[in-house]
């Protein structure tokens, strides 16, 4: 990524391995998280193969080695970063409403943390779907449930309330990590979304001004940045030091970065006229997500925002 003001390196894997030797890593969200990991292991493996030293059940949540530099890489699937009770399928088809207990963190990602050396978090998406919410153990309302006779409440009151925990629990910790929060990601669905037709065949980036951020994104992000704020004076007073990886505008110029009708494998190898599910959110890679890990490369050596 280049313009008049910013020139970014390329990634240097020899010289980041060498700096990250005996250190760990834990990228911790939803498939976006996995996104960015798949990036960062391509990138890496110019320079070293990892290998594959834990996986969960459905291989979404992950933990990759690096012999030679000892060096450790983790995904942490927890798409709300709280503690939820999830019925969904692979294609993202509920059979039941998502649980979401909103005073309690997800203990898949709280209980390693201590483990982690640099931390790359990141939320968002999944709070746009249907959940019954919970505190204290009973449900006090919830968001996209109509005819559940349940008080409505905004996607923004459970999205402010999980970062300023998990944000919390990272600045009062007793354990130093360097933490990234990573801000939404845009997508780029036309005529429709992910579950009814959407697609995306822009073949160029955007060029600045051509396009604004959808007013979802807006709010999930202005709740980002006040989030980020008010935990980073805290962290400052602890000595845990908070690092905002502001991808979101980056994104949004490249709609031309996406897998689109290929989110499976040769999927008109059958059907050339099949019609199939679209991937306007996720990355392909090589694409702009590897610039990402350009950025979070830089700041780590540069140590600066």
């Given at each position: 990524?280049?313009?008049?003001?910013?020139?970014?390196?390329?990634?240097?894997?020899?010289?980041?391995?060498?700096?990250?030797?005996?250190?760990?890593?834990?990228?911790i969200g939803?498939?976006?998280?996995?996104?960015?990991?798949?990036?960062?292991?391509?990138i890496l493996?110019?320079?070293?193969?990892?290998v594959?030293?834990?996986?969960?059940?459905?291989?979404?949540?992950?933990?990759?080695?690096?012999?030679?530099?000892?060096?450790?890489?983790?995904?942490i699937?927890?798409?709300?970063?709280?503690?939820?009770?999830?019925f969904?399928?692979?294609?993202?088809?509920?059979?039941?409403?998502?649980?979401?207990?909103?005073?309690?963190?997800?203990e898949?990602?709280?209980?390693?943390?201590?483990?982690?050396?640099?931390?790359?978090?990141?939320?968002?998406?999944?709070?746009l779907k249907?959940?019954?919410y919970?505190?204290?153990?009973?449900?006090?309302?919830?968001h996209?449930?109509?005819?559940?006779?349940l008080?409505?409440?905004?996607?923004?009151?459970a999205?402010?309330?999980?970062?300023?925990?998990?944000?919390?629990?990272t600045?009062d910790?007793?354990?130093?990590?360097?933490?990234?929060?990573?801000?939404?990601?845009p997508d780029?669905?036309e005529n429709?979304?992910w579950?009814?037709?959407?697609?995306?065949?822009t073949?160029?980036?955007?060029?600045?001004?051509?396009v604004?951020?959808k007013?979802?994104?807006?709010?999930?992000?202005?709740?980002?940045?006040?989030?980020?704020e008010?935990?980073a004076s805290?962290?400052?007073?602890?000595?845990?030091?908070?690092?905002?990886?502001?991808?979101t505008?980056?994104?949004?110029?490249?709609p031309?970065?996406?897998?689109?009708?290929?989110r499976?494998?040769?999927?008109?190898?059958k059907?050339?006229?099949?019609?199939?599910?679209?991937?306007c959110?996720?990355?392909?890679l090589?694409?702009p997500?590897?610039?990402?890990?350009?950025?979070?490369?830089?700041?780590?050596?540069r140590?600066?925002?």
């Amino acid at each position: 990524m280049e313009s008049p003001a910013c020139e970014l390196p390329m990634f240097d894997s020899e010289k980041f391995l060498d700096l990250m030797k005996n250190k760990w890593w834990a990228f911790i969200g939803d498939s976006i998280s996995r996104n960015h990991v798949q990036s960062f292991l391509c990138i890496l493996s110019q320079v070293e193969q990892a290998v594959e030293v834990f996986h969960d059940e459905q291989y979404k949540s992950r933990r990759w080695h690096f012999p030679s530099h000892n060096f450790t890489l983790s995904v942490i699937w927890t798409p709300f970063l709280l503690k939820a009770d999830v019925f969904e399928d692979i294609n993202g088809v509920s059979s039941a409403e998502t649980q979401l207990h909103l005073d309690k963190l997800d203990e898949t990602w709280t209980e390693q943390y201590k483990s982690f050396d640099y931390v790359v978090i990141a939320g968002g998406k999944w709070y746009l779907k249907t959940a019954i919410y919970r505190e204290n153990n009973t449900v006090t309302g919830c968001h996209d449930c109509p005819g559940k006779n349940l008080t409505e409440m905004s996607f923004e009151y459970a999205y402010r309330k999980a970062l300023k925990s998990v944000l919390n629990f990272t600045m009062d910790s007793s354990h130093k990590a360097l933490v990234f929060l990573r801000t939404t990601t845009p997508d780029h669905f036309e005529n429709g979304e992910w579950f009814s037709g959407g697609t995306c065949n822009t073949t160029l980036p955007f060029k600045e001004g051509e396009v604004d951020t959808k007013e979802v994104d807006t709010v999930m992000r202005g709740i980002e940045m006040e989030e980020f704020e008010q935990a980073a004076s805290l962290g400052a007073e602890n000595g845990v030091p908070l690092k905002l990886l502001d991808t979101t505008r980056m994104s949004l110029l490249r709609p031309d970065g996406h897998p689109g009708p290929y989110r499976q494998f040769q999927p008109f190898a059958k059907d050339k006229n099949a019609k199939v599910q679209n991937d306007c959110l996720h990355w392909c890679l090589p694409g702009p997500i590897d610039s990402w890990n350009g950025i979070v490369m830089e700041m780590v050596i540069r140590g600066s925002q």
